[in-house]
């Protein structure tokens, strides 16, 4: 049952003896206070080093692809069922939200967003407004603009009241590892050229629910 344990959660050995002990040899509930015991420290694993990890991909009707590298702290968690659900689960979220461009608002880079500001500032709807006040309605248009071309701020396609960064938060509670995303790369066929538009989110999300 300890092997179990830890093959499912990633736990240590140590911390699933610990868990079962606590709760009178009970799977599910050792599982969840591993869980519940992940979340407490999940804020200071995210300093710890993530070499090993996984490259993942997913390719939609053979018209759009993703790959994706997400890294974590062993290879025994890289190599865990968990880890590489949310290595899917992520590429096919890439997938569905075409939008995004970058993993955080962080790796958005500075030009780019002052250069979004100067556009917004200069749109017709606001140029009669007093400065503070288009400033400030700015402001919150860029910030929106931020949250759509961020990975991590997206909403989850299996769960929209989940943003994927919880999402993390949550695995990394679960197999005790600090967990990055570290780039990935979207093709899609015929990019460029003039084609109808398609709805990728509106598949995927369909695609997930018969799944």
Excluded: W
């Amino acid at each position: 049952m300890v092997k179990q344990l830890r093959e499912e959660t990633g736990a240590g050995m140590m911390d699933c003896k610990r868990a079962l002990e606590n709760n009178d040899g009970d799977f599910d509930k050792a599982r969840e206070f591993l869980r519940k015991k992940g979340l407490a420290s999940a804020e200071k694993k995210a300093t710890r080093i993530t070499a090993e990890g996984r490259v993942g991909s997913y390719i939609h009707d053979n018209r759009i692809g993703v790959l994706i590298e997400v890294n974590c702290e062993t290879d025994f968690v890289a190599r865990g069922e968990i880890f590489q659900q949310l290595v899917d689960d992520l590429a096919m979220q890439l997938v569905a939200c075409q939008q995004v461009k970058f993993v955080s608002i962080e790796d958005i880079p500075q030009e780019f967003i002052d250069k979004e500001k100067e556009i917004e500032m200069q749109k017709e709807d606001l140029l009669k407004k007093p400065e503070a006040i288009r400033s400030k309605i700015v402001d919150g248009r860029i910030a929106k603009l931020l949250n759509e071309l961020a990975l991590l701020e997206q909403p989850y396609i299996k769960d929209d009241s989940l943003l994927i960064k919880d999402l993390i938060k949550q695995t990394v509670a679960t197999i005790g590892e600090n967990i990055k995303v570290r780039r990935f790369e979207r093709f899609v066929l015929g990019e460029g050229l003039q084609k109808r538009s398609q709805d990728f989110a509106a598949e995927v999300a369909a695609q997930t629910k018969k799944s």
